[in-house]
């Protein structure tokens, strides 16, 4: 889940903390689809069409992020249902170098962008689908509007960033102190 947030964030317009983000083209859009992406042992290089594809997929997962913020429950479900029969995500047991077997899911044919979008869908299903929706979020801060995975252990994350959590105690604290 913390790929597809990357994803959503690098990929679609909005505001950083008050900075605004605009979506990237060119090369500009496979770099930030392989940072996204990029994890140990997992360095890749989209073509411009598999990052294009990976935008599209990130602007509804966005709109999955935005209904359970809002506690539309119905509506992600509902989004995410539309991302499974378009992915055609299907679940694949893979193996490693080590041997070792992990669940991975893939669309139709192995293609990187298929198989991400398919991954992307069937990821926000099993966390909505396994009560962990309330996991993913939008920044509360003022003029945010990043997305986030809480990984914390007691579930209570309302920001994208420490950044954005400093900068809203920090408006707090002043608040306080101008008053008489």
């Not at 959503?8 to 859009?29: C, F, K, S, W, Y």
């Not at 997305?147 to 252990?153: H, I, P, W």
């Not at 309302?158 to 920090?170: I, L």
């Amino acid at each position: 889940m913390t790929s597809t947030a990357g994803l959503v964030n690098a990929l679609t317009a909005g505001e950083d903390g008050g900075r605004p983000v605009d979506v990237p083209t060119g090369e500009a859009l496979r770099d930030a689809v392989a940072e996204a992406v990029r994890t140990e042992g997992y360095d890749v290089r989209p073509s411009l069409v598999a990052a294009r594809a990976l935008h599209a997929e990130a602007l509804r997962a966005r709109r999955v992020f935005e209904a359970l913020a809002a506690g539309d429950d119905a509506t992600a479900a509902r989004l995410v249902n539309e991302m499974l029969v378009a992915t055609e995500a299907r679940p694949q047991l893979d193996v490693d170098e080590s041997g070792a077997h992990s669940l991975h899911f893939h669309g139709p044919d192995d293609s990187f962008a298929r198989g991400w979008t398919a991954g992307i869908a069937a990821g926000l299903a099993m966390a909505i689908g396994g009560d962990l929706g309330s996991r993913l979020g939008v920044c509360s801060a003022p003029a945010c509007d990043r997305v986030y995975v809480d990984l914390s252990k007691n579930s209570h994350r309302r920001f994208c960033s420490t950044r954005c959590q400093n900068r809203v105690k920090t408006a707090a604290y002043r608040e306080r102190a101008r008053r008489p």
